[in-house]
């Protein structure tokens, strides 16, 4: 991770809220991630973390509060929008074309963010240009020998890689990752660690994660969520130390929550 980088944070929520009728799920949520840093969300189950995703991402809008994208505003804009803007959210397989090659669903999402839909005469003449970051975004995702086979033939890790060499085809710079070991073998996932640490270099990475394998292996920083707030944002021995988080883990929260509870409703 590059540390202190220069100019706005990648990604910034300030007091971020999320009400459905009385009920708050996320309650002013603050968070700031520096350029090029490997973030993982955790928290009990029910704490908001996919919420979080989704309002990031602009897949439901804000209740209160702002989302700034490299210093921009980007909270109340369409998924499309932020996408464009340099925000790529992965999401476990449903982006995969099943019949189409692993090259072909690559070059979909890369022809896609380079915005090629409707201009053909410039389809025609970029192709290339489109055909060799596809070769590249291949051979990263060690995806080579799969090249002309249809993604409903790959094993379950390697649509997850898939999945994520999708969402970075346009070359966004903040990527979201929703627990992307979730179902994965030991070795499957030590392996697929190193393939997110290769494929995000020089990204600004977000996960949410239950794996602390995966958490304590990926992460710079992590940041936990406890009923929709940020409680600790810290190195990962910082946080494993620190008794706020260990009593949400471990404490009545935790509690209530195995006792089929709701640990958050107040
Ligand atoms: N559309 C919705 N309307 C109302 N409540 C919702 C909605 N979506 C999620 N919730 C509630 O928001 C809370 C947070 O859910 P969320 O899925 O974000 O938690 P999470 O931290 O990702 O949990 P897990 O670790 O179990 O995946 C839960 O109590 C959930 O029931």
């Known amino acids: 991770m590059t540390g202190a980088a220069a100019g706005p944070p990648a990604l910034e929520l300030r007091g971020l809220r999320k009400s459905f009728g009385k009920t708050e799920i996320i309650r002013g949520a603050n968070l700031t991630v520096a350029r090029g840093e490997r973030v993982a969300i955790i928290g009990p189950n029910g704490a908001g973390k996919s919420m979080l ?39 476990q397989i449903t982006n995969i074309f099943p019949a189409l090659s692993v090259f072909e669903n690559l070059r979909c999402g890369v022809l896609w ?35 002309d086979v249809p993604a409903m033939h790959l094993t379950y890790a390697e649509q997850r890689a ?72 810290d190195t990962p021995e910082a946080v494993r130390a620190d008794p706020r988080v260990q009593e949400a883990y471990l404490g009545a929260g935790m509690a209530a929550v195995q006792a089929g509870e709701n640990a958050c409703s107040r």
């Open 53 to 91: 995703f989704d309002l990031v991402s602009g897949r439901i809008r804000p209740s209160g509060g702002e989302v700034l994208l490299g210093g921009r505003r980007i909270d109340g804009l369409r998924p499309c929008e932020i996408n464009r803007l340099g925000l790529a959210r992965s999401f």
């Open 162 to 233: 898939l999945e994520i060499g999708i969402a970075i085809a346009g070359g966004a710079e903040v990527v979201l990752l929703d627990e992307p070991t979730a179902g994965m073998g030991h070795g499957e996932t030590a392996h697929f660690v190193g393939l997110i640490r290769q494929a995000t270099e020089g990204k600004t990475l977000l996960t949410v994660e239950h794996d602390m394998g995966v958490v304590f292996g990926l992460a710079d920083r992590i940041a936990v969520l406890v009923c929709g707030e940020v409680i600790a944002f």
């Open 113 to 147: 963010h380079l915005g090629y839909r409707y201009a053909f005469w410039r389809f025609l003449s970029r192709l290339q240009d489109a055909n060799n970051r596809t070769e590249e975004l291949l051979d990263m995702l060690r995806l080579e020998r799969k090249r």
